[in-house]
């Protein structure tokens, strides 16, 4: 087989990864990392697809990468498709695994197969191999991981590895083989195992890798129900205990049904990184003739097996709790075969059922020498090369190698080889940073001395400036404080007066007001006696009527009496003189009359003309009260908007007095802190002063 690609089985998402080292600190093979930007990258074709960064960032910026997409894009559109579910399953579902067969089948899985029979197959070629070769040692390879680290770092070891394939090439290879119907049918594998699809490529056979915790997450998110589903049987035949070649040990016990002392020359073997250690330095075992030769290593990444593979929710289980279900299981298929019959008639019957599905040369495996990409990629330095990098790193005594795996790699010398190849940074080595942090704790320490004997004679010139800076500004305030307090009683006084000015013409107000009261009276008095003597005039008009028929009056009586005097003289002596005298007294009477009546009318004209000048006077004092009403009136709405302007005025000096009483606080304030200041400079002073004495 020709050296491909390794296909990435695991990505990193930058944006979450803090460059913490910790995936370092747990991969098996660490030179596949690349910490020396800001985040840790790695290589893919060194990198074994283990998964243990994956579980070991706390931060999620390492995750797993199946065929879990395509797979399901595949089924919806309609492609006929087969599946293989590893012997991990029985610790899904409350153990009812055949339960999930019920749910494959329902998305669209035309059949399903059980790896564990698989398993039983791959014993078989084990056994056949070690019958016909006679091997000195056999590293089982059903874990891919292994495989790869072998290929990649160990190739020494490629010899010792099964020329046989997994348990899941082999389920495969047996449908393609044995069941014609699905030969032709894209096979998903339902794996608990990211690097399985590596496998896959590598022996071209298995379309996808379709992992446990894809298929959980998605069940997840429908809300379904994998214990609504009937349970369905798989198509190929029963395994026995192969079932247990998910659980650490499982080969070997599956291996003790033909070989009852298989655990005595069986290396059981598995986690990281103690299995690594032990493949390591296993060639170098092998050839030391000293040291006990196990003919069979039974060898896992994973603590738990496949069990607990990078791909399952079981990592964080208890181990008992997980395999639990698998004995379980183990129990009912070594019952399936053994019920009623002895251990020797359900091993024939097996082996009967194993060789109708196996055949010679089906099943051989070829392996890869992958370490040319490891050489390409990784330099292997001189130790003159890495003492040179020591000698960098501050390390030159035996105290100076720390060996604290704070960089992620478990010693110095890793550590110097990651540099010597640019896959970390001198600045990640804790003894480093430590010498580092001491020369320029130095180095500061150095410049801080000359900067602060530069800066000294500066700094205390300029603060002897500041300082007199400071008082004149102190004095400055406390003058200003002494103006603001002289204004503060200029304006108290002031507003006192607006207050003396507002209680005026408050009391104005009410006197304007009585004013205006009296001013509408009297005017409506005018008016009254303007009306009488109107009256009067009239009533004098009528007088004067009056003494004109008086005069009349008169004037015909005096003519009367000449008339009587007349026909007196007419009459006699006797009869005539009585009448002359009583004539005599008529035109005297009419005389008087006459006269009176002359005096009266000339009175009443006198009266007359005086009515008219004081109805002329009534009239003008009338319109001169009818001036002063509306002058009051002015005089009233002017003295109504003055109150309140100076009310506005009294209100403003209320607030101006509360704003000098703040003004004044923040004076006394900024008189407060500007003394602080002052005295803070002073002590400034004197602090800068000391730092002479510092060295």
Wanted: net charge neutral; with cysteine.
């Amino acid at each position: 087989m020709r050296e491909t690609a390794l296909r990435p089985v695991i990505r990193v998402i930058k944006e979450k990864c803090v460059n913490c080292h910790k995936c370092i600190m747990v991969c098996p093979v660490k030179m596949c990392n690349n910490g020396s930007g800001s985040t840790v990258d790695f290589n893919s074709d060194l990198c074994l697809g283990c998964g243990e960064c994956i579980y070991a960032c706390d931060h999620h910026a390492r995750i797993g990468i199946d065929d879990f997409d395509v797979f399901m894009q595949a089924l919806k559109a309609g492609t006929n498709m087969v599946a293989i579910v590893a012997p991990a399953i029985a610790t899904m579902f409350d153990g009812e695994y055949l339960k999930f067969n019920g749910y494959l089948k329902k998305i669209g899985i035309k059949a399903v197969f059980d790896v564990s029979f698989g398993a039983e197959l791959t014993i078989k070629s084990y056994l056949a191999y070690r019958k016909k070769k006679n091997p000195s040692i056999i590293i089982a390879q059903p874990c891919p991981c292994l495989v790869s680290f072998i290929e990649i770092y160990r190739p020494g070891l490629i010899p010792y590895l099964a020329p046989a394939d997994s348990p899941m090439v082999h389920t495969m290879k047996m449908i393609k083989r044995f069941y014609p119907q699905y030969a032709s049918y894209k096979i998903a594998v339902i794996s608990p195992c990211y690097a399985k699809r590596r496998e896959f490529d590598a022996v071209g056979i298995g379309d996808y890798n379709v992992t446990f915790k894809a298929i959980l997450d998605h069940i997840d998110s429908t809300k379904d129900q994998i214990a609504s589903y009937a349970p369905v049987p798989y198509v190929n035949p029963a395994a026995e205990r192969a079932v247990l070649f998910s659980s650490p040990g499982g080969l070997m016990r599956t291996v003790e049904r033909y070989d009852s002392t298989a655990a005595s020359h069986t290396r059981k073997i598995e986690g990281s990184p103690e299995v690594y250690h032990y493949l390591a330095h296993l060639e170098k075992a092998i050839k030391n003739k000293n040291i006990f030769q196990y003919n069979l290593v039974d060898c896992l990444n994973c603590k738990m097996g496949c069990n607990g593979g990078p791909a399952t929710p079981n990592r964080k289980k208890q181990i008992d709790e997980v395999e639990m279900k698998v004995e379980k299981r183990n129990l009912a298929a070594r019952a399936h075969y053994g019920k009623h019959r002895n251990e020797r008639s359900a091993k024939r019957k097996l082996e009967k059922l194993l060789d109708d599905y196996w055949e010679e040369g089906l099943y051989d495996r070829s392996y890869i020498n992958r370490s040319a990409i490891f050489k390409r990629n990784i330099k292997i330095p001189s130790q003159q090369d890495i003492a040179a990098v020591h000698v960098k790193m501050y390390k030159k005594d035996e105290r100076d190698f720390l060996n604290c795996s704070a960089c992620g790699y478990e010693n110095c010398e890793q550590m110097a080889i990651a540099l010597i190849n640019g896959l970390s940074r001198p600045d990640h080595c804790r003894h480093f940073l430590e010498i580092e942090k001491d020369l320029l704790n130095r180095q500061h320490k150095a410049e801080i001395e000359r900067t602060v004997t530069t800066v000294y004679g500066h700094t205390i010139e300029e603060m002897n400036k500041s300082i007199q800076g400071i008082e004149s500004l102190t004095t400055l305030i406390n003058e200003t404080a002494t103006a603001v307090i002289k204004s503060t009683a200029v304006i108290e006084a002031m507003v006192e007066n607006v207050r003396s000015i507002h209680k005026t013409l408050e009391h104005n107000a009410e006197n304007v007001l009585q004013l205006n009261a009296s001013s509408l009276e009297g005017k409506n008095r005018i008016t009254k006696i303007g009306e009488l003597i109107t009256d009067v005039s009239a009533q004098s008009d009528v007088l004067l009527q009056a003494c004109k028929v008086i005069s009349n009056i008169a004037d015909e009586t005096n003519i009367l009496g000449m008339n009587a005097a007349i026909e007196a003289a007419h009459a006699g002596d006797t009869i005539g003189k009585g009448f002359a005298v009583v004539a005599g007294e008529i035109r005297h009477l009419a005389d008087n009359s006459g006269h009176h009546a002359g005096e009266i009318e000339k009175s009443l004209k006198n009266i007359k003309r005086l009515i008219d000048t004081s109805t002329e006077s009534s009239t003008h004092a009338q319109v001169q009260f009818d001036t002063i009403v509306s002058l009051v009136g002015s005089v009233k709405d002017e003295e109504l908007n003055i109150r309140k302007a100076v009310e506005t005025q009294n209100n403003g000096g209320q607030q101006i007095m509360q704003s000098l009483g703040e003004v004044n606080a923040l004076i006394a304030k900024i008189k407060a802190e500007s003394t602080a200041l002052l005295e803070s400079g002073r002590t400034v002073l004197d602090n800068i002063s000391s730092l002479k004495t510092i060295h």
